[in-house]
C-alpha cells in the first residue's frame, strides 16, 4: 500500500539535503540574527533528556551550550524550529516527557523500538503540529485518555502505538478531534471494550485500522460505510463476537480485511461487494455456510484464508475467475463435494493450497496439476480416492505434498511418480494404500531433496527398502504402524542428516544393528538447519504445530517390533538422542551402563523386554529424563531411594517381581536395603537434583506430549 499521508517535514527536510541544503543553512545563518534553536526548544529537550533514565549516550550529542538542531535525532526547518525527533532503536529508558508537546513545529516524532515505560502523554496525542506519532516497540502503559471535547482539529496523521502494554478502552473522542487521521495502528496491546471505529464524515481520509492482538470484545460496530476510503480493516486476534455488520459490505475501497481468532459467526454472503479486497483472513472463527458463488466478481484476491471455521458445502465453479488467487487455506472446515468442480487451470499465480481436515470427495482434479507455481499442497485428512496422476511431474516448485488419510491407491506408481520430483523437500502419505507391499523396486530413484518422509499407518507388508538409501537429505523417516518384516538394514547410517526415525509398530526382527549407533547426526549434537516447511505440520490437535523439520527432537522408536539380543553397549555413542524408545520387544541382557551417558535423554522407554540385571545406578545422572519406564521386565535389585530415578512412579517400574523400593508393592528387605550403594556415585545434593529433575519435568514434559502426539500429523 502506498502511504496515502503528506508531512511537512518530508517536504521541508528536502532543504536540508546535502549541499543545496547546507548552502541554504548557511545562507540563512548569514542574513538571519538567529542562527540557533529557541532557548525555549532546547529546553524542551532537555526535559525529554532529563525524563530518560537510560540515554544510551544521547547526553554526549544534546550538550546544552550547542545549538539543538545539530542534535543527533533532530532535524530542524529553515526558521531553526525542530520538526522531527527520530531516536528509533536506541535503547532509551524512562518515561517520555509531556514538554516534547511545547515543541510547537514538531511535525514528526518516531521513538520507536525502544524500552520506555509511563504513559503516552496527552500533550503529544493532542499535539497542534504533530502529523506522524510513532512510539511502537516500546513498554508503555495506562490507556489513551479522553481529548477535551473543546479540543480544535488536530493534524495527525498516522498514529503508531503497537506492541506496547496499554489498557483500557478507545476514547471516542479521538475521532471528532482526529479529522486527518490516515492510519491508527493499536495492535499487541491489552486494549478492552468496543473496538474503535471511525464515523468516516468527520476522519475522511482514514485508510487503515491495525488493532490486531489486543482484547477487543463486542461485535463489529456498525457505521463503516461511510469510510470510503478504508483501505485496511485489521482486528485479528481479539474476542470479537456476531456476524459481519451489513454495511461493512459496503466499504467497497477495502483491500485488506483481516479478522482471524475471533468468535465471528454467519456467512459470507455479502462478500461479493468488496471487489478490490486482496486479501481476505477470516480464519479461526465460527463461520458457517458455504463460499457463495459471488467470490467469483473478487477479480483482485490474493489470499483467502477461512480455515479453521465451521463452513461447509462444496466449492463454487466461480472460484476459477479469482486469476490473481496466491494462496488458500480452507483447513479444518466441514466443506465436501468434488474439488474438481473447480477449474484450476487458470489460476495459474496459485501458490499454496491447504484443505486439511475437510470432506472433499473425488479425484485429486487434474486441473490442480497446471497451477505450476505452486508450492505446497495440503489435502490430507478428506476423501479423496484413486491414484496420484502422473502430471503432477508439472508441480516443478512443489516442496510439501501431504496426502494423508485419504483413500489413495497404488503406493509403488505413487513413489515412482513422486521420486522424479527434485523440489519435494516434505513428503506425507500415510494412511492411505492399506495394506498394500512397500515398493522395493531399487530403481526407485530422486527424492533428492526430501528431507521429511512418511509413509506410516499403511498397514504395508515388505522390507524396509533399499531405495531409501539413496534419499540423502532425509531428515525424518516415518514408518510406524505398518507391517514391516526384516531387520533394520546396515545402509542406514549413510544417511547422514537423518535424526529421526520411527519405525515402531511393525514386525521387524534382528538384534539393533551396530549400524544405527553410527547415525551421524544422533551422535554429535549438531542441529539441522533451519528452514521452514511451506505449511505448519499440525501434530494431532491443532494447537500443536511444527514450524520446521528441526523442531523434532532427535530420536530413535524401535518400541514394539520383535527385536532380540541385547541393548548395544555402543548406545553410549548416540550423545545427541533426546527420545530412545526400545519398548515391547524381545530384547534381553542387562541395562548397558553406557545408556547412563546419554544425558541429553528426556524419554528413555525400555518397558515390556526380557532384561535382567539390577538398575544401573548412573541413570540419576540423566538429569532431563522426564519420562522413563524399565516396567515388565525381568529386573532384580533395589530401586533408587535418592536422584532422579527416585522421582518416577511406580508404573515405571511395575511387572518386575524382583525389584524391590518404596514406590512398588516389594518393599526391599534390611539386606537388600544394605545394598543401596546404587545410589549416585556422584556426591551430589539430592535436593538440587530434586530440584532440576522437578523443572525438566515441567519443561521437557510438553515435548514428550508431542512426540507421542506427533503420530498423527497431517
Ligand atoms: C511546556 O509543557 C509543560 C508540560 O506540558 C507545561 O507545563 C508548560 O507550561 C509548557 N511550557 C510552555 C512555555 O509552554
Ligand atoms: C520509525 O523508525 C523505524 C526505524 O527506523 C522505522 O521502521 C519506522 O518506519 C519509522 N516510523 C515511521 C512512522 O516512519
Ligand atoms: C508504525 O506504523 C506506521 C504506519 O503504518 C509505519 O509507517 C511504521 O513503519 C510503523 N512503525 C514501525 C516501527 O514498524
Ligand atoms: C503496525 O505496526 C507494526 C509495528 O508495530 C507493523 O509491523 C505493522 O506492519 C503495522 N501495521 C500496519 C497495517 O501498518
Ligand atoms: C454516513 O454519512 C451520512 C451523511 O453524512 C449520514 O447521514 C449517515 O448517518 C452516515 N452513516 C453511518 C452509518 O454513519
Ligand atoms: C449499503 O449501500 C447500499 C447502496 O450502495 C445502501 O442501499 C445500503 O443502505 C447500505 N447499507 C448499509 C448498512 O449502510
Ligand atoms: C456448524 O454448522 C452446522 C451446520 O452446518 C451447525 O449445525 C452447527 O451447530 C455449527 N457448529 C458451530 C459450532 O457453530
Ligand atoms: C467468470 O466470469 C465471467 C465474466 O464475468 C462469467 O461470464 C463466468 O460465468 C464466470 N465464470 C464462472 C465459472 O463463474
Ligand atoms: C478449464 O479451463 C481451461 C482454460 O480456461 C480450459 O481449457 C479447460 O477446458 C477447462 N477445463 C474444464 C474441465 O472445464
Ligand atoms: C482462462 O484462461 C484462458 C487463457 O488464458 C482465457 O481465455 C479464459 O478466458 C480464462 N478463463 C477464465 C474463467 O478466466
Ligand atoms: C481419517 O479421516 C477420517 C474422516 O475422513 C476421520 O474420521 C479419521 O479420524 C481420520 N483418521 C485419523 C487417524 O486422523
Ligand atoms: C513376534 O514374533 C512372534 C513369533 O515369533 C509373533 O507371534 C509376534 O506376533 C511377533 N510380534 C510382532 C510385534 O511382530
Known amino acids: 500500500m502506498q502511504p496515502i499521508y503528506f508531512s511537512h517535514s518530508m517536504y521541508t527536510r528536502k532543504f536540508h539535503m546535502p549541499s543545496l541544503g547546507l548552502a541554504l543553512v548557511l545562507l540563512v545563518s548569514l542574513v538571519s540574527p538567529i542562527s540557533s534553536c529557541t532557548e525555549q526548544e532546547k529546553r524542551s529537550l532537555l526535559q525529554f533528556l532529563a525524563g530518560l533514565s537510560q540515554d544510551s549516550g544521547l547526553t554526549s550529542s544534546w550538550r546544552s551550550h550547542t545549538n539543538c538542531c545539530t542534535w543527533e535525532g533532530i532535524t530542524c526547518n529553515q526558521d531553526w524550529k525542530v520538526t522531527d525527533i527520530s531516536l528509533p532503536s536506541r535503547g532509551l529508558e524512562g518515561s517520555i516527557s509531556p514538554f516534547l508537546g511545547n515543541l510547537s513545529g514538531l511535525s514528526r516524532l518516531n521513538l520507536s523500538h525502544n524500552s520506555l515505560s509511563g504513559g503516552l502523554p496527552l500533550e503529544l496525542v493532542s499535539s497542534s503540529s504533530i502529523i506522524v506519532l510513532d512510539v511502537s516497540f516500546n513498554r508503555l502503559t495506562g490507556g489513551l485518555h479522553e481529548l477535551p471535547s473543546s479540543t480544535t482539529t488536530r493534524p495527525l496523521q ?16 479521538l475521532w471528532e478531534v482526529m479529522k486527518s487521521l490516515v492510519i491508527l495502528n493499536a495492535s499487541t496491546n491489552s486494549f478492552t471494550g468496543q473496538i474503535p471505529t471511525a464515523n468516516c464524515v468527520s476522519t475522511p481520509y482514514f485508510a487503515v485500522l491495525e488493532l490486531s492482538f489486543n482484547q477487543f470484545s463486542g461485535n463489529i460496530p456498525h457505521g463503516l460505510s461511510n469510510c470510503t476510503v478504508l483501505k485496511l480493516l485489521s482486528a485479528g486476534h481479539n474476542n470479537l463476537g456476531g456476524t459481519l455488520p451489513e454495511d461493512l459490505f459496503n466499504v467497497t475501497s477495502l483491500e ?39 467470490i467469483g466478481d473478487l477479480r483482485r484476491l490474493e489470499e483467502l484464508h477461512l480455515g479453521h471455521n465451521n463452513m461447509s458445502g462444496e466449492l463454487p465453479t466461480a472460484l476459477s475467475n479469482c486469476t490473481n488467487l496466491v494462496t488458500v487455506d480452507l483447513k479444518t472446515n466441514m466443506f465436501s463435494g468434488e474439488l474438481s468442480k473447480v477449474n484450476f487451470s487458470n489460476l495459474s499465480s496459485l501458490k499454496k493450497i491447504d484443505l486439511l481436515r475437510n470432506h472433499f470427495t473425488g479425484n485429486i482434479p487434474d486441473s490442480l496439476y497446471s497451477c505450476s507455481k505452486l508450492t505446497a499442497l495440503r489435502l490430507s485428512h478428506n476423501n479423496f480416492h484413486g491414484q496420484l496422476s502422473e502430471r503432477i511431474d508439472n508441480l516443478k516448485s512443489l516442496s510439501f505434498l501431504s496426502l494423508v488419510n485419504n483413500s489413495l491407491t497404488d503406493i509403488t506408481r505413487t513413489i515412482q511418480i513422486l521420486g522424479k520430483s527434485r523440489s519435494l523437500t516434505t513428503l506425507f502419505i500415510g494412511l492411505n494404500f492399506l495394506h498394500e507391499t512397500m515398493p522395493e523396486d531399487d530403481n526407485i530413484d530422486g527424492f533428492q531433496n526430501l528431507k521429511v518422509l512418511s509413509i506410516s499407518d499403511c498397514s504395508l507388508s515388505g522390507k524396509i527398502p533399499h531405495w531409501l538409501s539413496k534419499l540423502t537429505s532425509l531428515e525424518l523417516l516415518f514408518l510406524h504402524n505398518n507391517q514391516l518384516t526384516g531387520t533394520i538394514p546396515d545402509w542406514i547410517s549413510s544417511l547422514n542428516v537423518l535424526f529421526f526415525l520411527d519405525v515402531s509398530n511393525n514386525k521387524l526382527i534382528g538384534e539393533i544393528p551396530a ?12 542441529t539441522a538447519p533451519k528452514v521452514f516447511f511451506e505449511l505448519p505440520v499440525y501434530a494431532f490437535s491443532p494447537s500443536l504445530q511444527y514450524l520446521m523439520p528441526s523442531a523434532y527432537p532427535k530420536a530413535l522408536d524401535l518400541s514394539i517390533n520383535n527385536f532380540t539380543g541385547l541393548i548395544p553397549e555402543n548406545i553410549g555413542r548416540l550423545k545427541g538422542l533426546t527420545f530412545l524408545y526400545l519398548g515391547s520387544n524381545k530384547l534381553s541382557g542387562e541395562i548397558p551402563e553406557a545408556i547412563c551417558t546419554l544425558t541429553n535423554l528426556q524419554v528413555l522407554d525400555l518397558s515390556s523386554n526380557h532384561l535382567t540385571g539390577t538398575i544401573p545406578a548412573a541413570l540419576n545422572n540423566l538429569h532431563f529424563l522426564s519420562n522413563f519406564s524399565i516396567s515388565n521386565n525381568d529386573l532384580e535389585g533395589p530401586i533408587p531411594t535418592t536422584g532422579q530415578l527416585s522421582t518416577f512412579p511406580s508404573s515405571s517400574y511395575d511387572g518386575n517381581p524382583k525389584l524391590c523400593g518404596p514406590m512398588i508393592v516389594n518393599r526391599c528387605g534390611s539386606t537388600e536395603a544394605g545394598s543401596v550403594s546404587i545410589v549416585s556415585t556422584k556426591e551430589i545434593d539430592t535436593e538440587v537434583i530434586i530440584a532440576i529433575a522437578f523443572g525438566a519435568f515441567f519443561i521437557v514434559g510438553v515435548m514428550y506430549d508431542q512426540i507421542v502426539l506427533a503420530r498423527h500429523f497431517g
Open 158 to 173: 498516522v498514529l503508531n502505538i503497537s506492541s506496547n502494554l496499554f489498557t483500557g478502552r478507545f476514547p471516542s473522542t
Open 256 to 294: 485488506h480485511l483481516s479478522l482471524p481468532s475471533n468468535w465471528l459467526q454467519g456467512s459470507l454472503d455479502g462478500i461479493k461487494k468488496l471487489t478490490n479486497l486482496v486479501i481476505l483472513d477470516l480464519g479461526g472463527n465460527f463461520l458457517s455456510g458455504n463460499i457463495p458463488g459471488s
Open 515 to 526: 549400524a544405527l549407533m553410527e547415525m551421524p547426526m544422533l551422535k554429535s549434537d549438531k
